[in-house]
C-alpha cells in the first residue's frame, strides 16, 4: 500500500480521505496550504515519536476517545482506538494525515469524495457521516476546547 495516494475511507470519526501527503489533500479539498491537517496514529507509541505530550495532561490524552490534540509544537494527532473499524486501515500505515471528504465548510457529498479518491476503501457498512471529533489544544499548563 502506497501512503502517497488519497484514500477514501471510514475514518473512527466520519468519512475522510487519508495520505501521507498533506499538500494534495489540501489541493483536493480546495483549502489554505497554510491551514494545517490532523494526523491519525495507530498507537501511543507512535504518537511519542512524533511529539511529546505535556506531562499535565498525559492521563488525559491517554483516556479520551475520538478526540484530537494540538500540541505545543503546533502538530495535530488524534489516536485511533484499537476497537474501531479504521484500526485496521490505519494500523499498515502507523500515521497518516487524515481530513473529512468534503470540501472545506460543505458537506459531504459521495460524487465529490469518489471523484477525488485514488483508492477507495469501502467495506459492507458503506460510508456514514457522523459527529466530527473533539479538539483541544494543549500548552504545558492550559488546555482549550476548540470544538
Known amino acids: 500500500m ?25 489541493l483536493l479539498k480546495q483549502r489554505p496550504q497554510t ?22 495532561f498525559r492521563k488525559k490524552v491517554r483516556n479520551s476517545t475520538r478526540t484530537t490534540f494540538i500540541y505545543p509544537n503546533g502538530h495535530s494527532f488524534r489516536v485511533v482506538d484499537k476497537n ?35 483508492i477507495i476503501v469501502e467495506d459492507n457498512r458503506g460510508f456514514y457521516e457522523t459527529k466530527a471529533s473533539t479538539i483541544i489544544k494543549l500548552s504545558k499548563k492550559r488546555s482549550l476546547k476548540l470544538r
Do not use: M, W
Open 2 to 26: 502506497d501512503s502517497n495516494l488519497i484514500y477514501l475511507v471510514q475514518t473512527d470519526t466520519t468519512v475522510g480521505f487519508s495520505s501521507s501527503s498533506d499538500e494534495k489533500l489540501s
Open 35 to 56: 491551514k494545517k491537517i490532523l494526523n491519525t496514529v495507530d498507537s501511543f507509541c507512535t504518537l511519542n515519536k512524533n511529539t511529546r505530550v505535556p506531562k499535565n
Open 84 to 118: 474501531s473499524d479504521f484500526y485496521n486501515f490505519i494500523y499498515k500505515f502507523g500515521v497518516l494525515y487524515s481530513t473529512s471528504a468534503n470540501k472545506t465548510t460543505e458537506k459531504f457529498e459521495r460524487d465529490f469524495a469518489q471523484n477525488g479518491a485514488e
